[in-house]
T-cell receptor, first 114, second 111 residues
Framework: KAGVTQTPRYLIKTRGQQVTLSCSPI?????VSWYQQTPGQGLQFLFE???????NKGNFPGRFSGRQFSNSRSEMNVSTLELGDSALYLC?????????????FGPGTRLTVL | GNSVTQMEGPVTLSEEAFLTINCTYT??????LFWYVQYPGEGLQLLLK???ADDKGSNKGFEATYRKETTSFHLEKGSVQVSDSAVYFC??????????WGAGTKLIIKP
């Protein structure tokens, strides 16, 4: 079974631009969560999608948005990029939303904002 | 609110030493607890988990016991190897199914 894939793996943008990151979950998984990882703030939850609906959202500004398609693939978008958005963005999928379900992580997309 | 506190790193040990990485949590209800590991240049991998009090999670020689009375989930390994060098994250999953993370502890094992 293929793991969680994220594209692109690396991205360089400039301030003010927007970016779209993609995540393909493990086949059959319906829940996709996104996290931001930075040296200063550590791992922070962005949002979770389940069956194309956003179920949970972390404490991030509205510039961060996402969506999930009918095949469970998910995208996250960041508009009007700021230097502080430079981070590793991790996507995780799980088969369901239960509290015991393991989340499987992709390798991440490294975003650098110049 | 819910939170996870881990011991600060880096933790540097010699090969075959005993490892303990402390993790304590604050949460309402009965969260599930997890240890994840991140090897250099890679994403996160689940190392072990425990879903209720007194449960012991174990994998690859690592163990952690869910202690509700001390709100702790300390990670231990009896004999570490160079290949265990990585960053270890303690996390809890709250009633909203959201993962709350500790800051991570970098482990360096010297041969």
């Amino acid at each position: 079974k293929a793991g969680v894939t994220q594209t692109p793996r690396y991205l360089i943008k400039t301030r003010g631009q927007q970016v779209t990151l993609s995540c393909s979950p493990i086949s059959g998984h319906r829940s996709v969560s996104w996290y931001q990882q930075t040296p200063g703030q550590g791992l922070q939850f962005l949002f979770e999608y389940f069956s194309e609906t956003q179920r949970n959202k972390g404490n991030f500004p509205g510039r961060f948005s996402g969506r999930q398609f009918s095949n469970s693939r998910s995208e996250m978008n960041v508009s009007t990029l700021e230097l502080g958005d430079s981070a590793l963005y991790l996507c995780a999928s799980s088969s369901d939303r239960g509290p015991y379900n393991e989340q499987f992580f992709g390798p991440g997309t490294r975003l650098t904002v110049l | 609110g819910n939170s996870v506190t881990q011991m600060e790193g880096p933790v540097t040990l010699s090969e075959e030493a005993f490892l303990t990485i402390n993790c304590t949590y604050t949460a309402t209800g009965y969260p599930s607890l997890f240890w994840y590991v991140q090897y250099p240049g890679e994403g996160l991998q689940l190392l072990l988990k425990a879903t209720k009090a007194d449960d012991k999670g174990s994998n690859k020689g690592f163990e952690a016991t869910y202690r509700k009375e001390t709100t702790s989930f300390h990670l231990e390994k009896g004999s570490v190897q160079v290949s265990d060098s990585a960053v270890y994250f303690c996390a809890l999953r709250d009633s909203n199914y959201q993962l709350i993370w500790g800051a991570g502890t970098k482990l360096i094992i010297k041969p």
